[in-house]
């Protein structure tokens, strides 16, 4: 078999072409205004990392109001977004990379929303002993509703001058609660068998391509990202069995690429899609020898904390300068020189505070150890 290269072009199915095959992956920046308005950290840190990645994507953003997880995260839910995610576009991709909005909705885990508007949607009005607030369920023509939000979110990502969106399918959103038996007990459309708690995914595909197609034409990217496992601590939830029957259904769906954000079951996965669309893996790496072998069984591979840390990962990599890419913060000024916006700091540095950080903490421990002496109050110590 003929190993993909890092540094080798690939094409998309709606025409855009990128010369190496590193994505930098969705990171809440916890950066914009209370409101969900872009802001100038935000700028500061995307703009930093527009060498990093062939492709960049925009934090988790809000197609709807009643979709806010985090605070301070962006918002896409109406055309007063546009002038700021406009200059995000331009920011992003001055080096001639390309940018992708991602567009999600948190539904029953949207805090942020519970707290400015006073409650929150999802499939079904579960208990959970982990959530203590009510969930009200969406009626069937809300849910087309949101599936609407998605095509408008995705229209608005056009007209800031985004290369397209990627569709948030992962991580406990509503997408996935909808696909997660464990949240959806529903017995309408959109809940009941494997088959119908796939319906919201696949009509947001639908939607959201509709709208690329008018907007964009040619040459723009939908992708899809997602978990392929859950499962709860009662055993409720789904596998990898059921998510590659989830991926069969997408890849018949013309999109430009399908992600996965764990590498456990890559070749499972590529064989599922056997080529119809691009596969990108989180291989959770930070070298370029570590990245480069995760190509075995996917085309692409999208990284998070890697463009943390470096912001130069793919130009050191087009520029052959592999050897030079730093995987590790060994100093102070170092940390400092990263441009991580404040929030995005205090947050992750207290994994105990009020917002949940990102899956996979630990992950994070040896590089806080080091962002903590950045941290403005322990300077001043
Ligand atoms: C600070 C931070 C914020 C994140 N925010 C998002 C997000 O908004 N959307 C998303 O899909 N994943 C988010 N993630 C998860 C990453 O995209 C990625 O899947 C995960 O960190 C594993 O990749 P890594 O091992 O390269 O860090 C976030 C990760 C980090 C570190």
Redesign the pocket.
């Known amino acids: 078999m003929i190993m993909r290269k890092l540094n080798s072009p690939l094409a998309f199915r709606h025409g855009i072409e990128i010369p190496n095959r590193v994505m930098m992956?969705?990171?809440?920046?916890k950066a914009a205004s209370w409101e969900g308005h872009i802001v100038d950290e935000d700028l500061a840190f995307f703009g930093h990392r527009s060498k990093a990645a062939s492709i960049l994507v925009t934090?988790?953003t809000a197609v709807s109001k009643y979709g806010e997880k985090?605070s301070f995260?962006m918002s896409i839910y109406d055309d007063s977004f546009i002038p700021g995610m406009r200059q995000l576009a331009e920011r992003m991709k001055r080096h001639g990379n390309k940018a992708l909005v991602?567009i999600?909705h948190s539904g029953l885990r949207s805090v942020v929303s519970l707290e400015k508007h006073g409650r929150v949607f999802g499939p079904s009005n579960v208990k959970f002993g982990e959530i203590p607030y009510e969930i009200t369920e969406l009626t069937e023509d809300e849910v087309w509703d949101v599936v609407r939000m998605f095509g408008d979110a995705t229209r608005r990502a056009y007209l800031a001058g985004f290369d397209g969106v990627e569709i948030?399918g992962?991580?406990s959103h509503l997408i996935q609660q909808f696909f997660s038996p464990y949240s959806n007990k529903r017995t309408d459309f959109f809940g009941g068998t494997l088959k119908k708690r796939m319906n919201f995914a696949l009509a947001i595909v639908d939607e959201v391509q509709k709208v690329a197609r008018d907007c964009w034409g040619d040459n723009y990217i939908v992708g899809y990202?997602l978990t392929e496992e859950k499962r709860h601590a009662n055993g409720d939830g789904y596998g990898i069995e059921e998510t590659l029957q989830l991926i069969d259904a997408l890849a018949g769906k013309e999109l430009d690429y399908i992600q996965a954000?764990d590498n456990s079951f890559n070749e499972a996965i590529y064989n599922t899609i056997k080529g119809r669309t691009v596969f990108i893996t989180?291989?959770?790496?930070f070298s370029a020898s570590d990245t480069q072998k995760e190509l075995e069984h996917a085309d692409m591979v999208?990284?998070?904390?890697?463009?943390?840390i470096e912001p130069e990962f793919a130009d050191k990599i087009n520029e052959g300068r592999e050897s030079e890419i730093i995987t590790a913060i060994t100093s102070t000024a170092m940390a400092e020189s990263l441009q991580w916006p404040h929030r995005?700091i205090e947050?992750?540095l207290d994994p105990n505070g009020s917002e949940e950080?990102?899956?996979?903490i630990e992950?994070?421990a040896p590089l806080l150890e080091r962002v903590k002496f950045s941290h403005p109050q322990e300077i001043q110590s």
């Open positions: 992956a969705p990171m809440t920046s934090v988790a985090f995260q991602q999600y948030h992962a991580y990202r954000c989180v291989p959770h790496t999208s990284l998070a904390r890697a463009c943390l995005m947050w992750l950080v990102p899956e996979g992950y994070f």
